[in-house]
């Protein structure tokens, strides 16, 4: 496929996952950066740490991710500042909806996911596309392998049907470490099909305690 | 300082070469109640006297911290200092936002001094005042803008960065110094005095050691007034023994009050050789500083 001469966007590949549990908050992404048919590097994370109980993890055009983190890294600064305590991930979310559809005629080429916990302590995760329309979810996939993982997480989170009223938490009832086996086994499927997943797994737990992270080896091929 | 002829406006000089304008903003530094800044090789510290404004309302705030690793003391008109301290935030994140690294102290202070001096005007002032094109131009304004004032505040900026721990006094002229230790605000000079006497050894002093000179020299300035954790603010940031930066915050009012009540008993004992009170103090404490 040609591209044309002013394309100024490539995709680095890469997938995102985030799972919303009644007191924690998985996301997950692997950590290989492509471009075409090669790797440009196994080892770089799509994960960005915005507030203490708020995290990000986006995949797409890796410039523009950066420059997106790093925005978005320097606002919270200032919120910091300015009102003496963190950016709740709720209002990272509105914020990030705001930065991305800021530039809504030269977007962001960046497929994000917000996972945290929100004011009163429960997971929460948001999901956007590329110019900043968000809902917040129990559960949610970016990326390149977000089509092979999405159908599997509907499948296993018991989401109930949004067409029900009154609408329904669809935070998984889940525990923790149930989660992060799901979160491995789904990015080892996505690996197996997916050309631009694998490599190596970065999970970060957000809960009560504070964030661990983890990382899992997948398939290198 | 009588009044005269030549102090009217910031851009008139006075036949001895003196800015009155520029004078009068250092006095209402003079009138700020008291800050107090000092370090040591690896840490700083900056502490407040807190004076309300009366006995119904709570005291301003004279600490900010700017960035992770700097803060600012100031004394004189606070609303002044509000702004600058929200100036100094801004040129710290767009600093680490272009070159992924924290402002060094001196550079800090630098701009400070530099937006004393210069400030851009916006475009329609520039437009409507001259013909020529003046929008890349930065106009200093005490000389040549009469209707700007300077800012009546003296900021204590204290920071660490890759060479060590720094405080740096900016005042209301654009002038700044870097110190080892100093003092400005009413009755600033007992503190300044009692800062004399000891600032040399401070290079070496631990976090701690730091920390109980700031306070005496709060007490100084108090003048008779008892020393508690409500009527003072003490600030530390440094780089800890193991190489990782301790960020810069106040110090809890807790905590605060165990060292004032330390430093009191420590006062009540029998006078010994300093070096072994020193070492007293240090086993005498709880825990090890873990601020």
Known sequence: MSRRGDWVYENNGGTCVAIAGADYCVVAADTRLSVGYSIL????????????????????????????????????????????????????????????????FFPYYAFNVLGGLDSEGKGCVFTYDAVGSYERTGYSAQGTGSTLIMPVLDNQLKSPSPLLLPARDAVTPLSESEAVDLVKDVFASATERDIYTGDKLEIVVINKAGTTREYIELRKD | MFRNQYDTDVTTWSPQGRLFQVEYAMEAVKQGSACVGLRSSTHAVLAAANKPASELSSYQRKVFRVAEHAGVALAGLTADGRVLSRFLRNECINHSFVYEAPLPISRLALRLAD???????PKYALVCVKNFRLRELLIPVCTQRSWKRPYGVGLLVAGLDETGAHLYYNCPSGNYFEYQAFAIGSRSQAAKTFLERRFEGYNDYTPEQLIKDALSAIKETLQGEKLTSANCTVAIVGRKDDGTIEPFQMIDATRIQEIIDSMEAAEEAPPVEPSSMQEEERTSDAAPMDI
């Open chain 1, 41 to 104: 590097t196994r080892d770089h994370s799509k994960i960005c740490d915005l507030a203490d109980k708020c995290v990000l993890a986006s995949s797409g055009f890796q410039g523009d991710i950066k420059a997106l983190h790093k925005n978005l890294a320097a606002r919270e600064l200032l919120y910091q500042h300015q009102h003496n305590k963190r950016m709740s991930c709720p209002a990272m979310a509105q914020l990030l909806s705001n930065t991305l559809y800021y530039k809504r």
């Open chain 2, 115 to 121: 937006k004393a001096q210069l400030r851009t005007l």
